[in-house]
């Protein structure tokens, strides 16, 4: 150690550095499933189990005694916050009555809630007797600020009847008999505003917040029953003075440990950790009277494949950890080996035998563990903190910053099995070299020529032989594994099996394109020093010719390392996007309107676009609509309606749409894929719905190509299109017009499915349904083109159509992609810093191999430097040399890797799509590639200069003569030609 200091120091660091990611990568890839928690969390809310009456039998029977199911369920179990809601609820101000917004009320416990964290970035007020809290916008809506008065009109006749059921059970004889009111009566509350939110961070669905009122649960009845529209008093008091948690319409709860469950990977265990929760809490409260649901979990359930997915990949980057400390510490031990062969020369001619050579390879690989291992378990606490608490700001969770078991397993695996196994090589290398040339100071160890004898007699080609145990061992685990992941329809199993397909493709590709690095080394040579001399571009050439075989290692390091990486990061782009994609597929553009129940009328469908023709002529580009599906508005009552052919015997159920001539100019054109079409008329495809050929044609999938034999043009290809009627069926003909695999908001599938859908001008939807008129039509879907996609114009038009929303009762809902994906874009951001952390960290991990193979390099080339030196080469420009060779070694490695993980990404991004019927995209990771080219430049400088200086200060003489076998000498040896059983030898190791 004290003699070779600078290695010593190398091998810690790279040892500390390895264990540390280990440490630090598993337990933050432990909590990747929790991304998903978040996805699902924006549409169903911070909401593990509700739990609602069941709606059999009469309507008192639909609500809980919150008061007894606490006695039931002891808070051991579970804490449940009671609500009660009242839907279709109106608000307006006291003031100006004209103006009112429809909403949902709910009454809640604000404090249980917040024990459960229900609602985890909302810090709600403490609300008195008669106040209220509404959002933001309807509060501005209504031009009503804190301490102001508004009124509530809420349907109270359920709640108010089953109080006049209790009281008149327990009144005395000479007491009125309370009548029950009518179904939906309405009653009007006063409320005082005593807050407004923008959000109500998870207690809704994201999103929907400004959907929502609430007041405190506790006050509820006493101020309700100040305003109760009875005369009779004595049943105001009683109302006033009813405990309000013994009469509530739902209970909700999470589970108390919901991060550590939600942290499965496994949906399958996530589910029966839930459901045994959820059993907990229904067995004292009995099977049938209780109705109970899981909105999270059924939310989870599409997602759960791109969690076990994510999962995966980022365990594949710990996997990887392990194979890449494993190759550094390997490199270290080679080098090591390469440039202390006198040493080596020596210990043998003293007596060491081949076995003792290896033990002490192993011991130098041993020695810095322990230092390394007990530095890194103490850095990674305050790392971890920090880590933990940028999850709480960026993702709402945080987690415990302690290494988790299995990292520490990992780390022990690290520090211990991997350097034994990085050992055997080295190991090799040390009992097969030849004494003579080991102790041949004069010569120089670079070498440009090698050249192997093989004989034929001796031992046997363990390479090719532990080649084929691998690739059989591999074979066999696919043919047993593979089926027994399909047919137990595990897939996990079967995404390892996958993963591991492709991870094995990156692995053969990385050691083929080896053998191609050399052109892309002279490639990069003629790209980045162009600029420089003839001269020093081929002594750089030059060098990396007779560095090959050194610098291979370290080569492999980097496109391995980088070649996972960017497979990793195209991975989990991929889940992210399909992600978004899914969303975007349910809708036809990115800003759309739709309508809620009953389809919009003709007046809705006049002022929506007056308002967007008068006010925002500059934000939007054009619009369109879509209607509803024929068959559920239809003039005449129908059963059903199908195309078929014409002899019938092909019949597939539809669902037909009528579309504006612009529809595919407006949607989101990502989704549309065009099968077949009739190009002659030059026009769009929603345009040739218009013509007069459109109005003997419709749009149909491409699936209906395939079974009924159709053809674009065929004037014998007609389909009957039949409406089943309660008297006699109802047929048109119809031909195809265009062919679809896919389309913007409406489904075009390849296979059979539940149906097909067919697309249709208005006009003939208009005589497909027995309509009279354009005003009778149902429209369903307002899109909109945003004029140059800028965000602040769809936020402002969003606003807009949110603003007469409210002013309409909320009979539509505008939608706004930029503002749903947010949430999934702020995910990946944050996944994108993460892996551009890995990277850089992973390249200053291979940093360590770069430098010991450059230092050996530049010390073994001391007598070709002092040559170049005399012939006139600057000091500054020998160092430049050096600098542009580990620049070039360090980005030839890290494209090739790159490449290679990015084309297999896209390569499963392909495979997805077969599944998925979304389109392909392909997001190129230039932050990734940007980081990894300036971390290259910083690499290949810092691993150059050092060892470079160290030499080049020496005058040429002294260069000439300089000799990196520790400056150790042999002075004498005494009778050597003893028989071996009684010879000795006397040395003396003297120190210039």
């Known amino acids: 150690v004290c003699r070779r200091m600078c290695y010593f120091i190398i091998s810690l660091a790279s040892c500390f550095l390895a264990i540390l990611v280990a440490l630090i990568a598993n337990t933050v890839i432990g909590q990747a499933p929790l991304l998903f928690l978040k996805i699902s969390e924006i549409t169903q809310g911070e909401i593990d189990i509700t739990f609602a009456p069941s709606t059999e039998g009469q309507y008192y029977h639909r609500f809980f005694n919150a008061t007894k199911i606490d006695s039931l369920v002891k808070d051991n179990v579970a804490l449940l916050a009671p609500r009660i809601s009242f839907d279709q609820s109106t608000i307006y101000s006291s003031k100006e009555q004209n103006r009112s917004v429809e909403l949902s009320f709910f009454l809640q416990d604000s404090q249980r809630e917040k024990k459960l964290k229900i609602g985890s970035k909302y810090d709600p007020p403490m609300l008195g007797e008669g106040e209220c809290a509404v959002p933001d916008s309807i509060a501005e809506y209504l031009k009503l600020g804190k301490g ?116 499965d990977s496994d949906f399958i265990n996530v589910q029966k950790k839930m459901a045994q929760f959820s059993s907990g809490i229904l067995d004292p409260l009995g099977f049938y009277p209780v109705v109970s649901a899981m909105p999270i979990l059924k939310s989870l359930l599409p997602l759960s494949l791109g969690a076990v997915f994510l999962k995966i990949i980022l365990n594949l980057v710990v996997v990887l950890l392990a194979a890449i400390s494993t190759f550094l510490i390997y490199s270290l031990l080679m080098i090591s080996v390469e440039t202390r062969t006198f040493e080596m020369g020596i210990f043998r001619m003293l007596g060491i035998t081949k076995y003792g050579l290896g033990f002490l390879v192993i011991v130098q690989a041993l020695m810095f563990v322990a230092p390394a291992f007990i530095l890194a378990l103490a850095s990674s606490f305050p790392i971890l903190s920090v880590i933990s608490s940028l999850f709480q700001e960026a993702l709402g969770f945080s987690f415990t910053p302690v290494p988790n078991a299995l990292s520490i397993a990992w780390a022990v695996c690290i520090g211990i099995f991997v350097p034994l196994l990085a050992a055997i090589f080295p190991i090799r290398t040390v009992v097969s070299q030849n004494l003579i040339q080991s102790l041949d100071t004069t010569r120089s160890k670079t070498q440009g020529v090698h050249i192997t004898i093989e004989y034929a007699q001796r031992g046997s080609a363990w390479g090719l032989i532990a080649f084929g145990v691998v690739v059989i061992a591999f074979g066999l685990s696919i043919y047993y594994f593979l089926p027994l992941a399909l047919l137990s329809m595990n897939l996990q199993l079967l995404l390892w099996i996958m993963l591991s397909i492709l991870l094995s493709i990156i692995a053969g590709l990385i050691m083929i394109s080896l053998n191609i690095q050399h052109i892309l080394e002279r490639l990069l040579i003629f790209v980045f ?170 749009g149909v999938g491409s699936f209906l190509e395939q079974e009924l034999n159709s053809q674009i043009g065929d004037p014998k290809n007609t389909y009957l299109y039949m409406f089943e009627r309660a008297t006699t069926d109802l047929a048109f003909e119809s031909k195809p017009l265009f062919m679809l695999s896919s389309c913007p908001g409406f489904r075009m599938v390849r296979t059979v499915k539940s149906y097909q859908t067919i697309l249709l001008s208005f006009p003939m939807f208009l005589k497909y349904g027995n309509y009279t008129s354009y005003t009778q039509l149902p429209y369903d879907t307002l899109m909109i083109k945003i004029r140059g996609e800028k965000a602040a114009y769809y936020h402002k038009v969003f606003n807009a159509l949110q603003q007469m929303s409210l002013q309409r009762y909320k009979i539509f809902v505008p939608w706004n992609y930029l503002k749903e994906a947010g949430n999934i874009d702020n995910i990946k951001f944050f996944l994108d810093i993460m892996f551009i952390v890995i990277i850089v960290l992973f390249m200053f991990l291979s940093f360590f191999s770069l430098s010991s193979s450059m230092t050996a390099n530049i010390l073994e080339q001391s007598k070709e430097l002092s040559v170049v030196r005399a012939v006139g080469l600057s000091r500054n420009r020998t160092i430049l040399m050096f600098i542009y060779e580990a620049f070039m070694l360090v980005l030839s490695s890290s494209l090739i ?55 080049l200060k020496r005058p040429i003489a002294e260069l000439a003569k300089y000799q990196s076998h520790n400056q150790l000498s042999l002075i004498h040896i005494s009778e050597p030609t003893r028989p071996r059983l009684i010879s000795y030898a006397v040395f003396c190791l003297k120190k210039k």
């Open 148 to 263: 102001e008065e508004a009124l509530v009109k809420i349907s109270i006749s359920s709640y108010y009847n089953l109080l006049s059921i209790i009281y008149n059970s327990i009144k005395s004889d000479e007491d009125a008999y309370i009548e029950e009111i009518p179904w939906n009566t309405v009653v009007t509350l006063p409320c005082k505003i005593a807050s407004t939110f923008d959000n109500l961070g998870g207690k809704v669905p994201i999103g929907t917040d400004d959907q929502y009122m609430w007041m405190e649960l506790g006050p509820f009845l006493k101020h309700f029953g100040k305003h109760i529209e009875s005369s009779d008093e004595k049943f105001k008091k009683f109302v006033s003075s009813f405990n309000t948690y013994d009469i509530v319409t739902s209970l909700i709860t999470n589970h108390p440990s919901r991060e550590e469950v939600y942290v």
């Open 529 to 698: 020093l162009f600029c420089e001399t003839a001269a020093m571009n081929l002594l750089v050439l030059k060098n990396m010719i007779a560095h090959k075989f050194r610098n291979r290692r370290t080569g492999i390091i980097y496109s391995l390392s980088l070649g996972f990486l960017l497979f990793a990061v195209v991975a989990y782009t991929m889940e992210l996007r399909n992600t978004q994609l899914t969303m975007l597929s349910r809708h036809s553009s990115y800003l759309e309107v739709q309508w809620k129940g009953a389809p919009a009328t003709f007046s809705d469908v006049v002022q929506l676009e007056q308002l967007l023709l008068h006010n925002f002529t500059a934000e939007v580009e054009e619009f369109s609509w879509a209607s509803n599906d024929l068959g559920n508005h239809m003039r005449v009552k129908i059963k059903d309606n199908w195309i078929t052919d014409f002899g019938k015997q092909k019949n597939y159920n539809v669902h037909s749409h009528s579309i504006g001539p612009n529809f595919f100019e407006v949607s989101n054109e990502l989704f549309l894929s065009v099968f077949d079409q009739n190009t002659s008329s030059g026009l769009a495809l929603g345009e040739q719905l218009y013509t007069p050929r459109g109005s003997q044609s419709m």
């Open 897 to 951: 890797g790159s490449i290679i993980g990015m084309i297999v990404g896209y390569t499963l991004s392909l495979q997805r799509a077969l599944f998925t019927d979304l389109p392909v995209t392909f997001a190129f990771p230039y932050l990734h590639l940007i980081a990894m080219f300036l971390t290259s430049i910083i690499c290949a400088i810092l691993s150059t200069v050092s060892p470079a200086l160290y030499l």
